[in-house]
T-cell receptor, first 116, second 108 residues
Framework: DVKVTQSSRYLVKRTGEKVFLECVQDMDHENMFWYRQDPGLGLRLIYFSYDVKMKEKGDIPEGYSVSREKKERFSLILESASTNQTSMYLC???????????????FGSGTRLTVV | QKEVEQDPGPLSVPEGAIVSLNCTYSNSAFQYFMWYRQYSRKGPELLMYTYSSGNKEDGRFTAQVDKSSKYISLFIRDSQPSDSATYLCAMSGVKLSFGAGTTVTVRA
């Protein structure tokens, strides 16, 4: 069964800390995505990557960075966590086609981050 | 203006009722139209998707797409308490664009 695994289900961090959220996929997918999900706002794309060491800004990249050193791993970094980054973070992956085929796009279970 | 608009609800219906959900969108380039279901504390799971205008049925679920009006719908017939979840519409081009999600509660 294909899988996208996010390393932590729940995290509590202090304001100003550097935070790493990790995502690993075992499907050999080229594309990987980081979203945040907030009530009433749905899923918003933070960053995505279509290849190793490649990254593209999504709709809300401010305050975040990403790293993709290996094909299977995509990390989201909060350089200096703030309370407005308290949210559910979801990782996803899909094959590297021109557009996303729904049946091939897989989400992780999410990391609920609380910044205090 | 958001690319995808979806009423966040919440929506509460009695068991056995028809649940009607819809989204509007502005980008004509979208290729696929999807509905995801998300249970509490879980990631979204793909429920149904369509590629073109028209209807698609899968058991108690029917998805409709009207590209001329830029409007998509999801209907759940004979709703069950296990259908209680957040339903998100999404559309894809190079990336996915999501609606806000509608929280549905089916009362036993």
């Amino acid at each position: 069964d294909v899988k996208v695994t996010q390393s932590s289900r729940y995290l509590v961090k202090r304001t100003g800390e550097k935070v790493f959220l990790e995502c690993v996929q075992d499907m050999d997918h080229e594309n990987m995505f980081w979203y945040r999900q907030d009530p009433g706002l749905g899923l918003r794309l933070i960053y995505f990557s279509y290849d190793v060491k490649m990254k593209e800004k999504g709709d809300i990249p401010e305050g975040y960075s990403v790293s993709r050193e290996k094909k299977e791993r995509f990390s989201l970094i909060l350089e200096s966590a703030s309370t407005n980054q308290t949210s559910m973070y979801l990782c996803a992956s899909s094959p590297g086609w021109d557009f996303i085929i729904p049946s091939s796009n897989t989400f992780g279970s999410g990391t609920r981050l609380t910044v205090v | 203006q958001k690319e995808v608009e979806q009423d966040p609800g919440p929506l509460s219906v009695p068991e056995g009722a028809i649940v009607s959900l819809n989204c509007t969108y502005s980008n004509s380039a979208f290729q696929y139209f999807m509905w995801y279901r998300q249970y509490s504390r879980k990631g979204p799971e793909l429920l149904m998707y369509t590629y073109s205008s028209g209807n698609k049925e899968d058991g108690r679920f029917t998805a409709q797409v009207d590209k001329s009006s830029k409007y998509i719908s999801l209907f759940i017939r004979d709703s069950q308490p296990s259908d209680s979840a957040t339903y998100l519409c999404a559309m894809s081009g190079v990336k996915l664009s999501f609606g806000a999600g509608t929280t549905v509660t089916v009362r036993a």
